[in-house]
């Protein structure tokens, strides 16, 4: 069965320093997708993109954050500049279709910032 | 503005019992409505959604949901559970009217079966 998959699963880094996501949606799939939980909190969407751009983005997806799709197979996300508060699991997912499809995540990348 | 509430953060069931995990929403317009479940240290998994059409739909192991569109609720349900159901299930809303593509998820109900 086709899956998202994320690199890595758990990612430390310093803060200030920029990090990198990584995640290759199923292949098919022409929507893409970054949502993050905070421990203890609910999962909340960070960005939608479709035809190498963004489609969609939240009041958290500010100017730290940024998406590419490098290749034909890649979706990163990376964070400039982290704060503690960046601190979160990060939910790749991508889909078929945007709206009355289902979206399908990875296992998630944990970033701690310290 | 879209919301989802899921009221409960904890249902504990025996195992065999019947199981509801509530859910309700709030969309400017029509909602198309999903449940995922996340087991420790997993990602979300797609278990069900209702999109159009018949208001009872059924998903994976067995769970099925209701849409009540006068009581705004899409409570999924379960007649057995099974120990192996112990997880967090995670309701979430797309609103049609507004066309946006994400989807809002609830806090999350965590079920736990007892043995």
């Known amino acids: 069965e086709p899956e998202v998959t994320q690199t890595p699963s758990h990612q430390v880094t310093q803060m200030g320093q920029e990090v990198i996501l990584r995640c290759v949606p199923i292949?098919?799939?022409?929507?893409f997708y970054w949502y993050r939980q905070i421990l203890g909190q609910k999962v909340e969407f960070l960005v939608s993109?479709?035809?190498?751009?963004?489609?969609?983005k939240s009041e958290i997806f500010d100017d730290q954050f940024s998406v590419e799709r490098p290749d034909g197979s890649n979706f990163t996300l990376k964070i400039r500049s982290t704060k503690l508060e960046d601190s979160a699991m990060y939910f790749c997912?991508?889909?078929?279709?945007?709206?009355?499809?289902?979206?399908?995540f990875g296992q998630g990348t944990r970033l701690t910032v310290v | 503005a879209q919301s989802v509430a899921q009221p409960e953060d904890q249902v504990n069931v025996a195992e065999g019992n019947p199981l509801t995990v509530k859910c309700t929403y709030s969309?400017?317009?029509?909602?198309?409505l999903f449940w995922y479940v996340q087991y420790p240290n997993r990602g979300l998994q797609f278990l069900l959604k209702?999109?159009?059409?018949?208001?009872l739909v059924k998903g994976s192991y067995g769970f099925e949901a209701e849409f009540n569109k006068s009581q705004t609720s899409f409570h999924l349900k379960k007649p057995s559970a099974l120990v192996s159901d112990s997880a967090l299930y995670f309701c979430?809303?797309?609103?049609?009217?507004?066309?946006?593509?994400?989807?809002?998820f609830g806090t999350g109900t965590r079920l736990t079966v007892i043995p």
């Open positions: 997912a991508s889909s078929v279709r945007p709206m009355n499809t289902e979206a399908f």
């Open positions: 292949s098919n799939h022409l929507y």
């Open positions: 993109f479709y035809n190498n751009e963004i489609s969609e």
């Open positions: 969309v400017s317009g029509n909602p198309y």
């Open positions: 209702y999109i159009t059409g018949d208001n």
């Open positions: 979430a809303v797309r609103d049609i009217k507004t066309g946006a593509n994400n989807l809002f």
